[in-house]
T-cell receptor, first 114, second 115 residues
């Protein structure tokens, strides 16, 4: 149980295009989903916290107009990187929280913006 | 300030030996939770073990155990009988207080198991 999928796993796009990443909890309903960014050889950096049916809460320094988060249902959250630029290239990973404390993570999405 | 400290950037351990990964935390909250996650080279974060601040017993999950020393604010991960597949990054994390279940992350420890 507690499986989280993320799609796509890899994406290469041209500068200026938008990229949508999906995060799904497959066998449970997630009260809260989180979006992280991870640079090589570094720890996770929380970007935003998303509760179903409400606006995401963004961490300081994260542009909400740049990283659009939609949490339309208890099993799906999406992150859209708008007008992506090379500096947005990174590893993006989502997690979903059950009723308890534990966050279960998706496999991550590697984004490369050319 | 709430903080997680992992002082070991990297560790080499012989296969089948036990290994302890250090984690210390800082919080003024009475209620908090401590987690360990494993991140292999594929990138996904795998939940290993959880310890609540009010749990009196040390958490155990198979070969993983958490050595929780509340007075010292440490939550070390112990892996018994290490295997080659244990080679990965290991992150300690803490959920503290009314944080909307957000986690505070340590810098991680890269563990390499030698055959």
């Amino acid at each position: 149980g507690a499986v989280v999928s993320q799609h796509p796993s890899w994406v290469i796009c041209k500068s200026g295009t938008s990229v949508k990443i999906e995060c799904r909890s497959l066998d449970f309903q997630a009260t809260t989903m989180f979006w992280y960014r991870q640079f090589p050889k570094q720890s996770l950096m929380l970007m935003a916290t998303s509760n179903e049916g409400s606006k995401a809460t963004y961490e300081q320094g994260v542009e909400k107009d740049k990283f659009l988060i939609n949490h339309a249902s208890l099993t799906l959250s999406t992150l859209t990187v708008t007008s992506a630029h090379p500096e947005d290239s990174s590893f993006y990973i989502c997690s979903a929280r059950l009723a308890q404390e534990t966050q279960y993570f998706g496999p991550g999405t590697r984004l490369l913006v050319l | 300030a709430q903080k997680i400290t992992q002082t070991q950037p990297g560790m080499f351990v012989q296969e089948k030996e036990a290994v302890t990964l250090d984690c210390t935390y800082d919080t003024s909250d009475q209620s908090y939770g401590l987690f360990w996650y494993k991140q292999p080279s594929s990138g996904e974060m795998i939940f290993l073990i959880y310890q609540g601040s009010y749990d009196e017993q040390n958490a155990t999950e198979g070969r993983y155990s958490l050595n929780f020393q509340k007075a010292r604010k440490s939550a070390n991960l112990v892996i018994s009988a290490s295997q080659l597949g244990d080679s990965a990054m290991y992150f300690c994390a803490m959920r503290a207080g009314d944080s909307n279940y957000q986690l505070i992350w340590g810098a991680g420890t890269k563990l390499i198991i030698k055959p």
